[in-house]
């Protein structure tokens, strides 16, 4: 009975302290075995990295749905679409395919611009 009633030790939840930037348009993209991915990624910014909105918010009438506010977008959009194309279904499927590609992109983002990232995210993904 006690081990019951014995409080669990409290474990410190790890809280975002960034911003939290979600690509406006998901990926359809061609995978090398044939099949295909729809992908949607999102980008934990680190803490002082701004998305851009503030700069941008005066032009959301315009209609363009695939823009985002963030300047590096369209080198951002083809680091994901060059990493994720270049890979099997299977891969993205497995948890651990899914870890080694977000890292693989993070990677590729922190060399070829001067977005600070903390992590990437699929917070949506299919294959077929």
């Known amino acids: 009975g006690y081990t019951m009633t014995k409080p669990k030790p409290k474990v ?6 960034g911003t939290i930037y979600v690509m406006p348009k998901e990926f359809l993209l061609n995978l090398k075995d044939g099949r295909y991915a729809k ?3 999102a980008l934990d910014l680190a803490p002082g990295q701004s998305d851009g909105a503030s700069a ?4 959301s009438g315009s209609g363009e749905a695939a823009v985002g506010t963030l300047p590096e ?6 680091i994901i679409t060059d990493t994720i ?3 099997s279904g299977e891969t993205l499927v497995s948890a651990a395919g899914r870890k080694s590609i977000r890292a693989k992109i993070l990677t590729a983002i ?6 600070k990232l ?4 699929f ?3 299919t294959v077929q």
């Open 12 to 17: 410190p939840k790890t809280k975002i302290q």
């Open 39 to 41: 992908v949607a990624v």
């Open 56 to 59: 941008t918010s005066g032009a």
């Open 73 to 78: 977008e369209p080198v951002v959009r083809e």
């Open 85 to 87: 194309t270049n890979q």
């Open 110 to 115: 922190r060399q070829q611009t001067d977005v």
């Open 118 to 121: 903390e992590s990437v995210l």
């Open 123 to 125: 917070p949506d993904l």
